[in-house]
């Protein structure tokens, strides 16, 4: 059974960068058979897919962005602590909503999901 | 990058009713479809993937099909527990795009 849990502020100002981790339990970060998401959802927009971090042996370590914030995202693994983080630089009160990490299995959806984090972007 | 359009954006039923949801993708993506199920609070929850697949521990009443550009998830008896709303995702490659989510109550 895979458990996420996240961690991370839930009130910042704009043009403030947000961070957030992501600890796994019952998987690896490493996994060949599994993708690490970060999404969000809001009133307004709805689910919205952030992006993503996941290993391939052949070719390491890789991502995948959505376009929306592909300029001021960063998704990174930290093996050492079986985690993975999203950072999101820039922010704006457009991007107030609740925030979750989420597993991929291999091809079969998002199966696992953190508790999720509300982030608050005001002045 | 593909577009995901759930269809209607909302609907009011009748419990024991048959309730369909329609997603379609602006490019074909094979059966590379899952639905998720959001209740406030929540965090959402997998219902089916691979179009048609149903997640463990999910109840049967719940089903999908579709191929290509054009897939349902239908609900074949509507209870109270399944106020929600619910969104499509595609998978095929990235961005793993989300459909605008319908939201279904009780009439």
């Known amino acids: 059974q895979v458990q996420l849990q996240q961690s991370g502020p839930g009130l910042l100002k704009p043009s403030q960068t947000l961070y957030l981790t992501c600890d796994i339990s019952?998987?690896?970060?490493?996994?060949?058979?599994?993708?690490w998401n970060w999404v969000r959802q809001s009133p307004s927009r709805g689910l919205e897919w952030l992006g993503r971090?996941?290993?391939?042996?052949?070719?390491?370590?890789?991502?995948d962005y959505a376009d929306s914030v592909k300029a001021r995202i960063i998704v990174s693994p930290d093996t050492s602590n079986n985690q993975f983080s999203l950072q999101l630089n820039s922010l704006t009160p457009e991007d107030t909503a609740m925030y979750y990490c989420a597993k991929e299995r291999d091809w079969a959806g998002f199966d696992s999901w953190g508790q999720g984090t509300l982030v608050t972007v005001s002045s | 990058d593909i577009q995901m359009t759930q269809s209607p954006s909302s609907l009011s039923a009748s419990v024991g009713d048959r309730v369909t949801i329609t997603c379609r993708a602006s490019q074909g993506i094979s059966n590379h479809l899952s639905w998720y199920q959001e209740k406030p609070g929540k965090a959402p929850k997998l219902l089916i993937y691979e179009t048609s697949t149903l997640q463990s521990g999910v109840s049967s009443r719940f089903s999908g099909s579709g191929y290509g550009t054009e897939f349902t998830l239908t609900i074949s008896s509507l209870q109270s527990e399944d106020v929600a709303t619910y969104y499509c995702?595609?998978?095929?490659?990235?961005?793993?795009?989300f459909g605008g989510g319908t939201k279904v109550e009780i009439k």
């Open positions: 995702q595609k998978y095929n490659s990235a961005p793993l795009t």
């Open positions: 971090t996941y290993y391939r042996s052949r070719s390491k370590w890789k991502t």
């Open positions: 019952g998987d690896s970060i490493s996994s060949v058979t599994a993708t």
